[in-house]
């Protein structure tokens, strides 16, 4: 079993920087760095999407509307994901959420399969 729990959410004005953080801890089973983690967003009224995914090799990807404003990193030692928000827009505004599995970053992220752990979620909400 793997728990993950989020942190940094907040309100922020249009242009503004996020960083938001999931911290991973394992109760059984694989330890973290075994896991794809990735962040995803639920915005009120629309379907789930992933935001971004990463590998402990560092593989990554993220969804179109975000690249080049968003930037995931892992710290495998502390077994912790980050993802740096910047230039952030009204319709970044969601829930975000953490998640975890051992697939792909693409089957992940895109395909949003093999995704069995998440976190509570984090609200950013970007308004002036």
């Known amino acids: 079993q793997l728990q993950l729990v989020e942190s940094g959410g907040d309100l922020v004005q249009p242009g503004g920087s996020l960083r938001l953080s999931c911290a991973a801890s394992?109760?059984?089973?694989?330890?973290?760095?075994?896991?794809?983690i990735g962040w995803f967003r639920q915005a009120p009224g629309k379907e789930r999407e992933g935001v971004s995914c990463?590998?402990?090799?560092?593989?990554?990807e993220y969804a179109d509307s975000v690249k080049g404003r968003f930037t995931i990193s892992r710290d495998n030692a502390n077994n912790t994901v980050y993802l740096q928000m910047n230039s952030l827009k009204p319709e970044d505004t969601a829930l975000y959420y953490c998640?975890?599995?051992?697939?792909?970053?693409?089957?992940?992220?895109?395909?949003?399969?093999?995704?069995?752990?998440w976190g509570q979620g984090t609200q950013v909400t970007v308004s002036s």
């Open positions: 998640a975890a599995g051992i697939t792909t970053v693409r089957n992940m992220c895109v395909h949003k399969m093999g995704v069995p752990y």
């Open positions: 990463i590998s402990s090799a560092g593989s990554i």
């Open positions: 394992a109760t059984s089973g694989y330890t973290p760095d075994y896991y794809i």
